[in-house]
């Protein structure tokens, strides 16, 4: 009989954004970002650039350093949500669920907030 030695787990940077993801798309007032070429342009309407939606997923990386993770997001907030509280209760929620789910330290989240979506369609520019 050989003696079993228990092994170690690596979650990968990938794995974590899409946890990461998921879990900000639980706030109703968080959303994703559209863009041009993966990045958010002022006045990209205008451009032909899909607009910010609250039904997608935000844009997510993450770094993994041993037992840290680094995490950034980019999101749309709904107005008029306030925007300090929605990413002041989406950085707690990543760090305690984040952390819990798989075993990291969140050493740090940064959040970009790209736009903010309201509900009703606003007037259209001529």
């Given at each position: 009989m050989t003696a079993t030695v228990p092994g170690t787990v690596q979650i990968?940077?990938?794995?974590?954004?899409?946890?990461?993801?998921?879990?900000?798309s639980e706030d109703p007032d968080v959303g994703g970002t559209a863009g041009l070429l993966g990045r958010a342009v002022p006045g990209g309407r205008q451009l032909g650039?899909?607009?910010?939606?609250?039904t997608s997923l935000p844009k997510v990386s993450a770094e993994v350093d041993g037992d840290r993770v680094f995490v950034d997001l980019a999101i749309s907030?709904?107005?008029?949500?306030?925007?300090?509280?929605?990413?002041?209760?989406?950085?707690?929620?990543?760090?305690?669920?984040?952390g819990a789910w798989t075993g990291l330290t969140v050493a740090e989240v940064d959040i970009a907030v790209t736009g903010l979506v309201a509900d009703q369609p606003g007037p259209r520019v001529r």
């Open positions: 990968s940077a990938a794995a974590v954004a899409k946890l990461a993801a998921q879990l900000a650039a899909r607009q910010t939606s609250l907030v709904r107005w008029p949500a306030s925007v300090p509280q929605v990413t002041t209760d989406l950085r707690e929620r990543l760090q305690n669920r984040l």
